[in-house]
Structures are given as structure tokens and as C-alpha cells.
T-cell receptor, first 113, second 112 residues
């Protein structure tokens, strides 16, 4: 099992640019989560999907952030336009109906200059 | 509603000493409880989970945790710390299907 796959692992971009983070969950898992981790705010849940449908997006900080899950094996988190305060590590995690624990990807370290 | 409180953002122990990381939870329904570990520059990994079976749960790397309903606690212990245990540890609670609430994390330092 390849685990949760995230790309890119590192992203450096300039303020105002669009950033797209990608996630492939574990095959067979039906829930997918996007988190943001910073020193100041710790681990924050941004949004989660169940069966490709967004269930709770109350953690999405503002309209600049959007997430999609077009199918069971792919999700994106987009920031447009990006700002320096968006610099963080973004994690994707997935879980299944028979495995309530979450499996985390390695994260994408985003730096916005 | 569900919440988690991890007591102590930093814990330091000597190699070979007992490790005790504290976690208290709040949940309106019987919870599932988890401990995750995060090593530098990595994602979180599951250490152990409580799912209403045995109250003493054993996990990987010699860690265990005891669910105490009367105290709403789920403290993580390891009898003898190893240098490789140095990491950040997160307690999490899931009361509603899918969504977990994570604590703020406890950084464990192991001194030689």
C-alpha cells in the first residue's frame, strides 16, 4: 500500500500566485481531510469530504481557499491568490469505513514570499 | 460537541525513564480516542486507538494508553523512554463519524 500521496512536497511561490496542492488517498478509503499546520495555530482541519462530497468546510479560512474531490482517488486544495500568511505545511489524510483512524500523507510545505 | 486537552506542551524525560503524556477529552457520545506521533518533517502516524473494547490499549513502539471514563482521560505511557521516541504527540477524539478533533500536541524530548 502506497499510503496517502501528496504533491508537490515543497512549493515556493510569490504572493498573488495561484497554488494547487494535490492528494491521492488510500485506495478504498471514503473520507478525505485537508489540514494546515503552523507553529502559531497548530493543526487545523480545513475541510473534509465523505464519498467525494464536502461535509464540513467550516475550517476554510477565506474565499481564497477552495477544495475539490472530483473522484474517489484525487483531491485538490487551491489557494488563489496566495498570501505570505498562507505559508504552512498542508496535510491530506484519509480514512475508511472500517478504519476510523486517519492516515496522513507526508505533507506539502508551502512558502509564499 | 467534542474537544481534547493535552496537558503540557513540552515534556522532557531521561532515556530509560517513564513517559507520561496527558490527554483529557470531552464528548457528548461515547468516543473513539487516538494517539498519533509526528516526527520532524513527516505526517502524523497512528500510535494506538481506543474503540470501546479493552480500556488498556497497546500500540506500537511499546506505548500504551488507558481509557478512564470517570476521569475523561486517555493518558499515553511508555515504561522506558528511548532517544528515538523524541517527537510530537497528538491526542485526538472522534465522536461523530469521520471528523476528529486534535489536541495542541505535546513535544517529547528525551535526554541522554
Amino acid at each position: 500500500d502506497a499510503g496517502v500521496i501528496q504533491s508537490p512536497r515543497h512549493e515556493v511561490t510569490e504572493m498573488g500566485q495561484e497554488v494547487t496542492l494535490r492528494c491521492k488517498p488510500i485506495s478504498g478509503h471514503n473520507s478525505l481531510f485537508w489540514y494546515r499546520q503552523t507553529m502559531m495555530r497548530g493543526l487545523e482541519l480545513l475541510i473534509y469530504f465523505n464519498n467525494n462530497v464536502p461535509i464540513d468546510d467550516s475550517g476554510m479560512p477565506e474565499d481564497r481557499f477552495s477544495a475539490k474531490m472530483p473522484n474517489a482517488s484525487f483531491s485538490t486544495l487551491k489557494i488563489q491568490p496566495s498570501e505570505p500568511r498562507d505559508s504552512a505545511v498542508y496535510f491530506c489524510a484519509s480514512s475508511g469505513e472500517t478504519s476510523i483512524e486517519q492516515y496522513f500523507g507526508p505533507g506539502t510545505r508551502l512558502t509564499v514570499t | 460537541a467534542q474537544s481534547v486537552t493535552q496537558l503540557g506542551s513540552h515534556v522532557s524525560v531521561s532515556e530509560g525513564a517513564l513517559v507520561l503524556l496527558r490527554c483529557n477529552y470531552s464528548s457528548s457520545v461515547p468516543p473513539y480516542l487516538f494517539w498519533y506521533v509526528q516526527y520532524p518533517n513527516q505526517g502524523l502516524q497512528l500510535l494506538l486507538k481506543y474503540t470501546s473494547a479493552a480500556t488498556l490499549v497497546k500500540g506500537i513502539n511499546g506505548f500504551e494508553a488507558e481509557f478512564k471514563k470517570s476521569e475523561t482521560s486517555f493518558h499515553l505511557t511508555k515504561p522506558s523512554a528511548h532517544m528515538s521516541d523524541a517527537a510530537e504527540y497528538f491526542c485526538a477524539v472522534t465522536a461523530n463519524a469521520g471528523k476528529s478533533t486534535f489536541g495542541d500536541g505535546t513535544t517529547l524530548t528525551v535526554k541522554p
